[in-house]
């Protein structure tokens, strides 16, 4: 018999009291919970609670009454974003640009490895003997827009020829341990070792996964980023789903250079709300947002500003500065950013992650005996569980071994999580009858 009880939710002294199913749903999200809908698919588009969507509405009021305002007086508060995510996810306000969705970060930071490559181009290092071709570093879970963003690269680079080389490593599937995740990577990097040592390749930019896509999988990022880094690599990591799921989440603690996530998918913003977070010495090395407009932080050394962009612009562009001026466009999602994160305060924040990743576990189990499968890793790290893809301590789902294919559909975060209250009868092979959803049993951060 699958035990359909929910797990409680987890204390949080530091935080307010969680509040969670169907109050939550129809106080802050009527828009949903009035329809009898469910929804699955955070992943995807989120959901954002009324609070949000009536601020991003105010926004967008505000540039039609007067543009000409707006585009003065209120587009500037997008650092008020900047700051707001600094203060949830760790770091100083300078080093987060606030932008549509990964994909714009990550095509901002492919944009940022190619300038790397031209500047070697341009130094004359491509002619130097035994210098090699340059070396992207992926995986086979790495998230397809990102692949092409890097794949765009390299077409561009042939155009100057060079030979842009893409690795992947092969992740496990099923995945039998977050260590099973390191042991593929340390194989691939040692290959590359041998052929940087040769002078066939030069490492460039590794892109890591936090969770990865499809399957969704915790990897254990702060481990993965310091064996890249040892091997050469620049290092970006596709946080996307992080923020909101993660518990303790610290953005600059992983020591990448660069670190993508959206605010839209578990965060509670409008969509699209993201943010790219990089160091300063990323930054000075070339990186701007892949739309050109006003604020381009040129990088001509001993550029004078004339009188008229140090009137508009005081301080001279960045690469927040550059996210925040785009011309005609709805930056509501964007400045709704804080509004966003106080909610996800408001219903716990790190509690709220710690419940939803006991409800994975959860789902977990009820799935694995409804289908009469095995969870798709034996080391819930690989799934589920801190910052760093380690187990929480809390104790892991009950796995039951039946053969048959590995369940994936529990690996990813649930969004908004439901419960059949009455599950269906079992039929003539006992198992339950699909039922539809009649409860919701927690919310997704």
């Not at 609070?51 to 000409?68: G, H, N, T």
């Not at 064996?227 to 690599?233: I, L, M, V």
């Not at 989440?249 to 998918?265: C, E, I, Q, R, T």
Request: glycine residues 8%; charged residues 20%; contains cysteine.
């Amino acid at each position: 018999m699958v035990n359909t009880s929910l797990p409680a939710a987890p204390a949080c002294d530091a935080e307010p009291p969680l509040e969670c199913g169907r109050t939550l749903a129809e106080v802050h999200f009527p828009h949903l919970s009035s329809k009898g809908i469910c929804r699955l698919n955070n992943g995807s588009f989120g959901a954002a609670p009324r609070a949000v969507l009536e601020a991003c509405e105010r926004y967008r009021s505000a540039w039609c009454d007067d543009p000409d305002g707006f585009w003065l007086r209120t587009l500037p508060a997008l650092r008020n974003s900047q700051v707001a995510i600094a203060e949830m996810f760790g770091g100083s306000a300078d080093d987060y640009g606030v932008v549509d969705n990964l994909t714009v970060a990550a095509t901002a930071v492919a944009r940022w490895a190619e300038r790397r490559v031209l500047r070697w181009v341009g130094e004359g290092g491509h002619q130097s003997v035994g210098s090699g071709s340059p070396c992207v570093l992926l995986n086979t879970f790495t998230y397809n827009a990102v692949r092409n963003s890097f794949l765009s690269v390299r077409d561009s680079l042939r155009l100057a020829g060079v030979d842009l080389v893409i690795i992947d490593v092969s992740l496990p599937f099923p995945c039998p341990s977050a260590a099973a995740i390191e042991a593929a990577y340390v194989e691939t990097l040692t290959a590359i070792r041998a052929r940087v040592e040769s002078g066939e390749i030069w490492p460039l930019m590794a892109s890591l996964d936090h969770i990865s896509s499809l399957p969704a999988v915790v990897m254990p990022v702060a481990s993965l980023v310091a064996a890249c880094k040892a091997a050469g690599f620049a290092t970006f990591v596709d946080g996307a789903h992080a923020p909101g799921y993660v518990a303790g989440l610290s953005v600059p603690s992983f020591g990448a250079d660069f670190y993508a996530a959206n605010l839209h998918k578990w965060c509670f913003a409008g969509a699209g709300a993201a943010f790219l977070w990089s160091t300063p010495a990323a930054r000075a090395a070339g990186l701007h947002h892949p739309v050109v407009s006003h604020d381009y932080a040129r990088e001509e050394p001993g550029v004078i500003r004339s009188e008229r962009e140090r009137l508009q612009r005081p301080d001279p562009p960045d690469f927040g500065s550059e996210c925040r001026m785009l011309g005609s466009r709805d930056y509501a999602p964007m400045l709704a950013v804080p509004e966003a994160l106080a909610f996800f305060r408001s219903v716990g924040r790190d509690a709220a992650c710690l419940r939803n990743a006991a409800l994975c576990r959860w789902a977990a189990a009820l799935l694995t005996d409804a289908w009469r499968t095995v969870a798709a890793s034996e080391d819930e790290g690989a799934l589920w569980g801190d910052a760093d893809g380690r187990p929480p301590r809390s104790g892991g789902p009950n796995r039951r071994r039946r053969g048959g294919v590995p369940a994936a559909a529990p690996l990813a975060p649930l969004g908004w999580v439901r419960r059949v209250c009455n599950p269906g009868p079992r039929d003539g092979a006992g198992l339950r009858s699909p039922m539809a959803p009649t409860q919701l049993c927690g919310v997704q951060s």
